[in-house]
Every structure is written in C-alpha cells, then in structure tokens.
C-alpha cells in the first residue's frame, strides 16, 4: 500500500541534494536562474499568523478550493516540542473543494486528515516572531490509497504559497521559480502515463520529470533535489525541494517536498530536513 510517510528516504535525499545548489537572480528581487552559482537578496513573506490567515482569505475568495490554519506542534530532533522552546508553529491545509468550509462549520476544528486534504504546509516562528521554516508537500498519485486531487488546484495552491513567501516576487517570477523546482504543471500530471515495469522510485521520477520536459538524469544523483540560496534581510536561507516517490504495478505517488529555512536555527533547519508535511 502507497502511503505518504517516507521521512527516512526524504532526510537522504535532501542530504544528497545539498551538493545539487541551485543559482542565484538578481538582487532586490526576482526568481533565480538556473546555472548561475549566487545568493539572492530577497525578502521573505508570512511574517506572522496575521499574514498566514491573509493568505487563506484570498485563496478561499480567488481558487474553487478551501483552506484553514491551525495551530499545531512538532517535535525537535532531540524530542522536546517547538513551543516548548518557545516557537510558534501553523499548519495550513488546503482542499481542493469549498465544500470542506461548510463541514468545517458543523464539525468544527479537524486536523485535516479527514477528508484528505490536497496540500498542507507547516510554519514555525522563533521567540522573537521570525519565520525559521515554511515546508509543504504537494502529491500526487493515481492510487485511491492516497487521493485523486484537482491537479490544476494542487498546482495553482503550490503557485499561490510561493507567491506569498516571495511576495517582491512578479507572477512571471514565481512561474520561473516553479519550473527551476521542478514542480509539475497540471497539463503534464494530466497526460502523465505510468509503467509497471520501475525498478527504483528514482527511476519513476526520472520518467515523470522527463514528462514534464525537465532535463534529468540517473546519471547525476543529485537531481533528485533542488538547493536555492537566499539573503533575507541579513538571514540566510536555502530553500529546498526534493521529489520522491512511490509505486506498486501501475499504481504510483510522487511528493514534491518544498522548504525554506534557516540554517542559523539547527532546529528548524533539522526539522526541514526530517519532518513529514
């Protein structure tokens, strides 16, 4: 059975992608450009809670899909918990049908894990109010076991978080950053055809970004993961994106985990490293 939970596979292939670096784009703004070796200077968005419930207004108004924001908790490395620690720390869930709305306001909170949610993304803030990580998981799969979501929402909601962690960023920008994580569009999901004869999950990855027209290869270990540098205000940050997958006969699910943090805060840049979305 195709679960979603490959934390251990995850933390190896992030670790081997941090050789994979990504380049750098201009200063003061703008998406990076592959194949240049730079940091760029940018500014984070998602201040606070106040700015993450901003973006949940919007994207319920604006999308056919609906999302809430929770306060939640996640355990270090060493297993104390982030609040303990004094950090804050927000999930936001994101379904593919406004319908979740109306049952949200009969049943009142729920976690999200019913019904399945077609996107979620966790927040951790610092003591002093600065954001340490930003992670979401964006799947797909044609398994049951794990859900059929509305592939253009699941790609506009990924479009739509990148907007708002970049906020300098102009729509072009944010679609060129898309494309330099290798994240797919909903055309390519859509046409997508799988094999029953994969011998690795890299090898279903390499077929599916293929697909998508990404120049990859098995050859370069690396491609698995995409490593992107940034100057936040002094900060630094990487943000990363690492695809996996699984599959089962004709059956498969690709995850696209998608993270930004700082490596100045071990804990929440070991957490970017372990978590499950």
């Known amino acids: 059975m195709l679960k979603k939970g490959l934390a251990l596979l995850l933390a190896a292939f992030m670790l081997m992608g941090l050789a994979a670096c990504g380049g750098g784009a201009q200063t003061g703004g703008g998406a990076p450009d592959a194949g240049e070796d730079a940091v760029v200077s940018t500014e984070l968005g998602f201040k606070d809670a106040a700015a993450i419930e901003s973006f949940i207004e919007n994207f319920n108004n604006n999308t056919d899909g609906y999302a809430y924001m929770v306060e939640s ?16 720390v927000y999930r936001v869930l994101l379904w593919d049908d406004q319908a979740v709305g109306r049952i949200m306001g009969l049943v009142g909170d729920f976690t999200g894990s019913d019904p399945d949610n077609i996107m979620n993304a966790r927040l951790i803030y610092d003591p002093d109010g600065r954001l340490v990580l930003f992670k979401a998981l964006f799947t797909l799969s044609n398994s049951a076991n794990v859900g059929k979501n509305d592939n253009a929402l699941s790609c506009e909601a990924m479009m739509d978080l990148l907007a708002a962690l970049f906020p300098q960023y102009t729509e072009e920008e ?18 997508f055809e799988s094999r029953s004869d994969y011998t690795s999950s890299v090898e279903l990855i390499e077929h599916f970004l293929t697909h998508c ?6 050859e370069d270990e ?32 690709i995850y696209w985990d998608v993270g930004i943090s700082t490596p100045d805060d071990m804990p929440a840049y070991e957490a970017l490293l372990t978590l499950v979305a």
């Not at 908790?73 to 804050?88: R, W």
């Not at 027209?213 to 098995?218: A, D, K």
């Open 73 to 88: 908790d996640a355990q270090t490395l060493e297993g104390t918990s982030f609040q303990e620690q004094g950090y804050s």
């Open 174 to 191: 944010v679609g060129a950053l898309y494309a330099q994580l290798m994240l797919p569009a909903a055309e390519a999901i859509d046409s």
């Open 213 to 218: 027209g990404y120049g990859v290869s098995t």
């Open 222 to 253: 690396g491609f698995l993961s995409t490593v992107l540098e940034y100057d936040c205000g002094g900060t630094p940050y990487r943000l990363m994106c690492n695809p996996y997958g699984e599959y089962q006969g004709d059956l498969y699910a």
